[in-house]
């Protein structure tokens, strides 16, 4: 059985680059007769938006996608990601870490996504404060799993990335936690999503070991990136997505995603085009490149 989910993050409205996560990740789990579940990745609560949870989800439904369930909200779920990081703690993965970004810069080394934590704290908080974050520590052994589009990944954490952070100061959840649990509980079959996020899957396979759930198939579509590099986002006034031009826009997603759409979809109803697809759908089209200038 396949189960797939497209799981948004409500810090704006839907754009281009998040259109072509859910073209991506819809058609196939459709196209392998899946279920398609929608979350909400809203853990980060001081980043989101106010109403654009809601905005995302007519403007899915706008577009014809169809979910299966209920939509899931991280926001609501801390007591389950609570009971991963007790079962972490208890095995002796966590520890308390109270070193400011300062005192973090002058010590560490340079990693694959910023600073390789040194693991100051491991063995106690060298400045016991009573706001401090919670990390897991990592191993030496070699993370690697085999991308359907990227190929195969190889990243050594206790190099790359370093002890990371599961808990911040602020008492919140961190992202690479919370993505662990909903997919497992959610028994999440297949992650289809975008490149920006491949760097982060050793961590997530990392932690479905420790926390023994099952590993899912990774698919890493490109990233819809502007003229300057940057990921789309409300930072750099990505334009929301418009509800009028909803068949241009999933024939635009579709010839991102290489799938050769003809013209014809830009003027067909919506299950047309969504019936097009998805009976046509060949992820091994889409592109191996990480990032496409739009
Ligand atoms: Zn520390």
């Known amino acids: ?21 859910a073209v991506a990740s819809y058609c196939e789990a459709k196209a392998n007769q899946g279920l398609w579940l929608v979350r909400m990745e809203d853990v980060d609560k001081p980043r989101e938006m106010k109403g654009a949870a809601d905005e995302i989800l007519h403007t899915l439904l706008a577009f014809g996608f169809e979910w299966s369930g209920e939509v899931v909200y991280q926001s609501q779920r801390t007591s389950l990601y609570q009971q991963a990081f007790d079962q972490l703690q208890n095995n002796g993965f966590i520890y308390a870490c109270s070193c400011s970004r300062k005192e973090i810069a002058d010590s560490a080394t ?20 009573a706001q401090h974050a919670w990390r897991v520590k990592v191993t030496d052994e070699i993370v690697s799993f085999n991308d359907a589009i990227q190929g195969y990944q190889v990243q050594q954490l206790s190099r790359d990335i370093g002890d990371f952070v599961l808990k911040r100061a602020d008492g919140l959840f961190a992202y690479q936690l919370a993505v662990v649990v909903d997919d497992a509980l959610q028994h ?70 290489g799938q050769n759409p003809p013209l014809a979809i830009k003027q067909s109803s919506l299950p047309e085009v969504w ?17 496409i200038n739009i």
Not at 121 to 128: A, I, N
Not at 230 to 243: G, M, V, Y
Not at 275 to 291: G, L, R, V, Y
Request: charged share 10%; hydrophobic share 40%.
């Open 1 to 21: 059985m396949y189960v797939g989910r497209f799981a948004p993050s409500p810090t704006g409205p839907l754009h281009f680059g998040s259109l072509v996560a």
């Open 110 to 129: 340079n990693g694959i996504e910023g600073l390789v934590y040194p693991g100051t704290c491991r063995s106690g908080m060298l400045q016991p404060r």
């Open 188 to 257: 999440i079959t297949h992650i289809v999503r975008g490149a920006d996020l491949l760097n982060s899957t050793p961590r997530q396979i990392y932690l479905q070991q420790l926390l023994g759930f099952n590993q899912p198939l990774y698919t890493h579509i490109p990233l819809a990136v502007n003229n300057q590099g940057e990921k789309l986002s409300k930072q750099n006034l990505a334009l929301p997505i418009n509800k009028q031009h909803a068949p241009q826009l999933i024939f635009d997603a579709l010839v991102f995603l």
């Open 275 to 291: 019936q097009w697809a998805i009976q046509n759908w060949q992820n091994s089209k889409i592109s191996h490149q990480q990032s």
